[in-house]
């Protein structure tokens, strides 16, 4: 294992004597501001110190040279750790990191991320549960990730594939796009579709913690209909869960929101740890990026989908029907839904 910590002082000093004990044996720390090179098929954890402004010179360096790096980290693991010294920002960086290492060829463990505000308050609920204080709640959440990322051998084959939706096939450049990945699966593969149409799918309103894992530990949701008949087992049953996703405003469709606030339910009784998630994105000008990183967190941080690498593809057309007539589309379809499967596919 790996710990790439971009030197940020006096933060990054206290960053790596806290993770220092609880680096397994042969465990290393890198500083990357010499460079990334020879890191490939191992696993990692990012640790970013932030500033009282949430930034850090060094991380910023990092990210350029992980987005400009091609298979910089081809057959990575990763999981990371950011600190701050205020209560904002941790995350926004960490989804910026994840995203750019993920392109690079870097897959993430699902709920990879441990971070620590300032004030560590976002621990207070952690350190209820177990009785405890927050320090050391962070320390037992570091633990449990690195525990986690030594013990990780990878996702099991995919058999079934779920594809979920909130557009019309008759205008979407999104499913024109799935089509084209969805004819480079196997045929052995089963694939399902579900739309989540308006009208069909009410959001979280918000029940106790209480209720939602009374309802949760029962497979359902209080507020039944097709999440709870359609959704729900569809995504128990699934080894790989794709996103199509149309980007109209810069956001996730209130449909998909829904779907993944509604999760919460499902997440109560079981991890998902061993199941892949993937996005089709389509921006009819600019913006896929931000699709993908709420994605990121929403999917992967939170409701613990494993990253694999490349997850997303990401396209840009307007007119109707144009997705098809884009330059390469077809081989790039077909490229991506051989990475689904797990074949070895050249990097983008």
Same mark, same amino acid.
């Given at each position: 294992?790996?710990?790439?910590?971009?030197?940020?002082?006096?933060?990054?000093?206290?960053?790596?004597?806290?993770?220092?004990?609880?680096?397994?044996?042969?465990?290393?720390?890198?500083?990357?501001?010499?460079?990334?090179?020879?890191?490939?098929?191992?696993?990692?954890?990012?640790?970013?110190?932030?500033?009282?402004?949430?930034?850090?010179?060094?991380?910023?360096?990092?990210?350029?040279?992980?987005?400009?790096?091609?298979?910089?980290?081809?057959?990575? *693991? $990763?999981? &990371?750790?950011?600190?701050? !010294? /205020?209560?904002?920002?941790?995350?926004?960086?960490?989804? #910026?990191? %994840?995203?750019?290492?993920?392109?690079?060829?870097?897959?993430?463990?699902?709920?990879?991320?441990?971070?620590?505000?300032?004030?560590?308050?976002?621990?207070?609920?952690?350190?209820?549960?177990?009785?405890?204080?927050?320090?050391?709640?962070?320390?037992?959440?570091?633990?449990?990730?690195?525990?986690?990322?030594?013990?990780?051998?990878?996702?099991?084959?995919?058999?079934?594939?779920?594809?979920?939706?909130?557009?019309?096939?008759?205008?979407?450049?999104?499913?024109?796009?799935?089509?084209?990945?969805?004819?480079?699966?196997?045929?052995?593969?089963?694939?399902?579709?579900?739309?989540?149409?308006?009208?069909?799918?009410?959001?979280?309103?918000?029940?106790?913690? *209480? $209720?939602? &894992?009374?309802?949760?530990? !029962? /497979?359902?949701?209080?507020?039944?209909?097709?999440?709870? #008949?359609? %959704?729900?087992?569809?995504?128990?049953?699934?080894?790989?869960?794709?996103?199509?996703?149309?980007?109209?405003?810069?956001?996730?469709?209130?449909?998909?929101?829904?779907?993944?606030?509604?999760?919460?339910?499902?997440?109560?009784?079981?991890?998902?740890?061993?199941?892949?998630?993937?996005?089709?994105?389509?921006?009819?000008?600019?913006?896929?990026?931000?699709?993908?990183?709420?994605?990121?967190?929403?999917?992967?941080?939170?409701?613990?989908?494993?990253?694999?690498?490349?997850?997303?593809?990401?396209?840009?057309?307007?007119?109707?029907?144009?997705?098809?007539?884009?330059?390469?589309?077809?081989?790039?379809?077909?490229?991506?839904?051989?990475?689904?499967?797990?074949?070895?596919?050249?990097?983008?």
């Amino acid at each position: 294992m790996v710990i790439i910590l971009p030197d940020n002082p006096p933060y990054s000093k206290r960053l790596k004597a806290f993770l220092a004990p609880l680096l397994p044996d042969g465990g290393s720390f890198l500083d990357p501001g010499g460079g990334l090179a020879g890191l490939q098929g191992q696993k990692l954890v990012f640790a970013i110190a932030l500033d009282e402004g949430g930034c850090s010179t060094e991380y910023y360096r990092l990210l350029s040279a992980l987005r400009r790096g091609g298979g910089l980290l081809e057959g990575c *693991t $990763a999981g &990371l750790v950011v600190t701050g !010294q /205020g209560e904002l920002y941790t995350k926004d960086v960490a989804r #910026d990191l %994840v995203l750019a290492a993920n392109l690079a060829g870097c897959a993430f463990l699902g709920r990879p991320l441990v971070e620590a505000t300032g004030s560590l308050r976002n621990f207070r609920v952690q350190a209820q549960i177990n009785d405890t204080d927050e320090p050391t709640a962070f320390r037992m959440a570091a633990a449990e990730l690195l525990e986690r990322l030594v013990d990780w051998s990878g996702p099991p084959e995919v058999r079934k594939v779920l594809a979920l939706h909130a557009s019309m096939r008759a205008t979407s450049n999104t499913l024109a796009l799935w089509e084209l990945v969805k004819a480079g699966l196997p045929e052995d593969v089963a694939v399902q579709e579900l739309c989540l149409q308006n009208g069909t799918l009410a959001d979280c309103i918000g029940c106790s913690y *209480t $209720a939602c &894992l009374h309802f949760g530990q !029962q /497979g359902g949701c209080f507020y039944g209909g097709p999440m709870v #008949d359609e %959704v729900f087992p569809a995504v128990r049953e699934c080894g790989a869960l794709v996103m199509l996703c149309a980007n109209y405003n810069d956001a996730l469709a209130a449909n998909l929101t829904a779907f993944i606030n509604r999760l919460t339910a499902l997440f109560r009784q079981s991890r998902f740890y061993d199941k892949r998630l993937y996005g089709l994105i389509v921006s009819g000008y600019s913006g896929g990026d931000l699709i993908a990183r709420q994605l990121i967190s929403g999917l992967n941080m939170n409701k613990s989908f494993y990253l694999p690498p490349r997850f997303c593809m990401m396209e840009t057309a307007n007119e109707k029907g144009s997705l098809v007539r884009l330059p390469g589309v077809a081989e790039r379809s077909l490229a991506f839904a051989g990475r689904m499967m797990g074949a070895v596919a050249p990097s983008p």
